[in-house]
Every structure is written in structure tokens, then in C-alpha cells.
Nanobody, 121 residues
Framework: QVQLVESGGGLVQAGGSLRLSCAAS????????VGWFRQAPGKEREFVAA????????NYADSVKGRFTISRDNAKNTVYLQMNSLKPADTAVYYC??????????????WGQGTRVTVSS
């Protein structure tokens, strides 16, 4: 079992920045990735970014490339999502998940409870 806890969401104006954190505990190991997904009201959950725990390989959705940066701190068992130049379209509940490095949420086994991000225009 892996437990994931997100934090860092909030209300920000368009053009602003937020940093989300995903703290992992339990049976964590090197052979998995942590992904960030988001779900806006009335929409399906979509991939944002992912990083492998060991090598730090990353993958981003086209909609966030150049604005969001995913990173990890192995010593703290924490993955971060730095979000810059935020847009109202980024408004959603953001979830972190543990699984393979993939953009498909169905492949991730463990999920956090989510943190809400609201970007005002």
C-alpha cells in the first residue's frame, strides 16, 4: 500500500503561481512513477505530468508544457508540481497518483484525496 497526500492548492489570479506537494508513504519503492492529474467540474480526469521516482524521467501534457514543472525530493518522499502562468482553464481538483509512467489514469494504483486549485480571471 502507498499513501499519498496532496497539499498546496488554493485561489490564485491568472498569471500567478502555485506549488503543489504530494507526500508519499507506505510501501514506496523506486520502480514507480508519481503522476499529477486534474479534474474540472463536468470533465474527465486528465493527465498533467508524471515523474519516475528513480531516474527522474518526466512527461507533460501539451497544455502545461513550459508552464508547469514536476520534480521530486527523494529524501522527503515528496513530489512537487510547480505551476506558473496559471490560467482560468487550469482550475480543477488536482490529484497525485502512484503507478507506471503513463498518461492514463486507469494504470495508476494509488491516489491521493485531491487538492483544489482555482484560478480567477
Amino acid at each position: 500500500q502507498v499513501q499519498l497526500v496532496e497539499s498546496g492548492g488554493g485561489l490564485v489570479q491568472a498569471g500567478g503561481s502555485l506549488r503543489l506537494s504530494c507526500a508519499a508513504s507506505g510501501r514506496t519503492g523506486s520502480n514507480y512513477a508519481v503522476g499529477w492529474f486534474r479534474q474540472a467540474p463536468g470533465k474527465e480526469r486528465e493527465f498533467v505530468a508524471a515523474i519516475t521516482w528513480s531516474a527522474g524521467n518526466t512527461n507533460y501534457a501539451d497544455s502545461v508544457k513550459g508552464r508547469f514543472t514536476i520534480s521530486r525530493d527523494n529524501a522527503k518522499n515528496t513530489v512537487y508540481l510547480q505551476m506558473n502562468s496559471l490560467k482560468p482553464a487550469d482550475t480543477a481538483v488536482y490529484y497525485c497518483a502512484a503507478g507506471p509512467l503513463s498518461p492514463y489514469p486507469a494504470l495508476y494504483n494509488y491516489w491521493g484525496q485531491g487538492t483544489r486549485v482555482t484560478v480567477s480571471s
